[in-house]
């Protein structure tokens, strides 16, 4: 295939973001065919941005992820003939830098829902391109609708985007590998993100595919009877959620392969279930890209009056909190970069309710450990799991009853905390009764009922609850009457 070379050339450039793949890649596949018919040229772009890697929600953890990630994106695209150029600086200054050295004629991406920093850099090249008279092509990734005017709608919305044919790769007829763009050294995430995960899943879509394949022919049997446990669902669950998060395999890819499994219907319907959460909640960020910061009840997040105190926040960070289940599952997801759904909500629930810390700080901590971190998910659940949006209800976990009921010999916990090796199962889930680890920062029946007082106490305005379910409540079962206090489906039923 030729290489475009010359003053006067031409180009589309395809942004990469959360996109990492060639198969299922609309925005590549479209980039190609036009460029093709034009006889034009294609390049890819991938933008390291430090304003994004200053953020409380990123971390070293997450970068690590990407970076194996493009590696593996570089070697796919260049079986296409498309060069990808990662450059250091914002998205728009580096389209500038493109542009002077060759004309772009059109960019093509996928729509990112991503926290508020994101959809302002969106917003910013929107305008550059406006400004440059170039044509910005955005096609859907997930089942998510951009300017969704009623929720009422959004079911037919999804299904529509899952029920079209899967993109196939296109090559690029001509392409541009002696683009200038500056490439220094940045400073990835702040200063107290650089913990290290040494178990983390590696990034990259072979790794991606290699784990889809695995569940399907192996580990969906076992599916609904793991997912519970952390560590079994650790070995026996999807973990494709880092894959789906940076765009290594597609959403719709992975639908097509469970449908095409004639076995366990149960546990394949309800994994199938939760990829459709998987959209219905980032669709809540994509309506209200503030949910990061502000509840979606902000009345209610009011009159609970949290309060941050730094030394009870750093031991539940650190897994030092003294309440066995609860740092071991921190001390696992430090570890790791991973933790069952369950769990996560399990560490969310400890921090805002037993010890009544404020949900932003505890989401900011917790995205930066999660390598799978998908803002959209991730925020709606903080929420959801702290009580503030009004139209869920309050789910206010047990930490012993969840260690003794999903580690009933006290293997996970022996595992993450070494120092309670030596004690039989029953004393590991309440080892502070006889002395034997550290005090605890409070005891969970007495924060539980600290923490429902004040539950009890706070006024809520149920108009702005039925404004919430308005704006981002589910369709998917609709409530048999209306009610001010209306209920969403429970996540945990099976």
Not at 133 to 158: A, C, M, P
Not at 189 to 197: E, F, L, Q, S, V
Not at 257 to 285: G, M, T
Not at 319 to 329: L, M, R
Request: glycine share 6%; aromatic share 10%.
């Amino acid at each position: 295939m030729a290489e475009a070379h010359g003053v006067g050339r031409k180009l589309n450039v395809i942004w990469f973001k959360r996109d990492f793949r060639v198969n299922d890649h609309k925005a590549l596949q479209q980039a190609c065919m036009d460029a093709n018919k034009r006889g034009i040229a294609v390049v890819a772009l991938y933008a390291i941005e430090e304003a994004y890697w200053q953020l409380p929600d990123t971390s070293t953890r997450q970068w690590g992820f990407i970076v194996e990630s493009l590696k593996a994106l570089h070697a796919e695209l260049a079986n296409l003939n498309i060069a990808l150029h990662i450059g250091c600086g914002k998205a728009d200054d580096l389209l500038s830098i493109i542009h002077q050295q060759t004309k772009i004629t059109a960019l093509y991406s996928h729509e990112e829902t991503g926290n508020e920093w994101t959809f302002q850099r969106d917003i910013d090249v929107s305008k550059w391109c406006k400004r440059h008279g170039i044509t910005w092509h955005e096609y859907r990734q997930f089942g998510v609708k951009r300017r969704l005017s009623n929720r009422d709608d959004w079911l037919k919305h999804y299904q529509a985007i899952i029920d079209t044919p899967i993109a196939t790769p296109a090559s690029a007829q001509k392409t541009l590998r002696d683009l200038q763009l500056p490439t220094s050294k940045i400073n990835i995430a702040r200063g107290y993100d650089h913990t290290p995960a040494p178990q983390r899943q590696h990034g990259g879509r072979g790794a991606g595919d290699a784990l889809l394949n695995k569940f399907i022919s192996q580990n969906l049997p076992s599916y609904l009877k793991t997912i519970g446990s952390p560590a079994k669902a650790a070995e026996f669950s999807s973990r494709l959620s880092p894959y789906l998060a940076y765009g290594c395999i597609s959403m719709k890819e992975v639908i097509r392969r469970l449908e095409a499994v004639d076995q366990h219907k149960r546990q394949r319907n309800a994994f199938r279930s939760r990829l459709y959460w998987h959209c219905h909640f980032i669709q809540k960020l994509e309506d209200e890209p503030s949910l990061a910061r502000q509840a979606m009840h902000p009345q209610l997040d009011d009159a609970l009056k949290r309060r941050f105190d730094d030394a009870v926040f750093q031991k539940w960070a650190t897994g030092n909190t003294g309440v066995p289940w609860v740092d071991a599952c921190m001390r696992s997801l430090i570890a790791m970069g991973w933790l069952n759904f369950r769990m996560r909500a399990m560490l969310t629930s400890f921090a805002t309710y037993h010890l009544w810390l404020p949900w932003q700080p505890v989401g900011e901590h917790l995205a930066r450990l999660f390598v799978d971190y998908e803002p959209g998910i991730h925020w709606s659940q903080i929420q959801m799991q702290s009580g503030v949006t009004g139209i869920n209800p309050n789910r206010m976990y047990n930490p012993v009853q969840q260690g003794q009921k999903y580690d009933p010999a006290a293997h996970f916990i022996k595992r993450w905390i070494p120092e309670l090796a030596h004690l039989p199962a029953v004393i590991c889930h309440q080892p502070w009764l006889g002395g034997h680890y550290i005090t605890p920062v409070i005891d969970p029946v007495i924060g539980a009922r600290q923490a429902r007082a004040k539950l009890k106490a706070a006024e809520v305005d149920r108009s702005i609850s039925r404004r919430v379910y308005q704006k981002h409540g589910s369709r998917r079962r609709q409530p048999k009457r209306k009610s001010s206090n209306t209920k969403q489906p429970d996540l945990f039923s099976e």
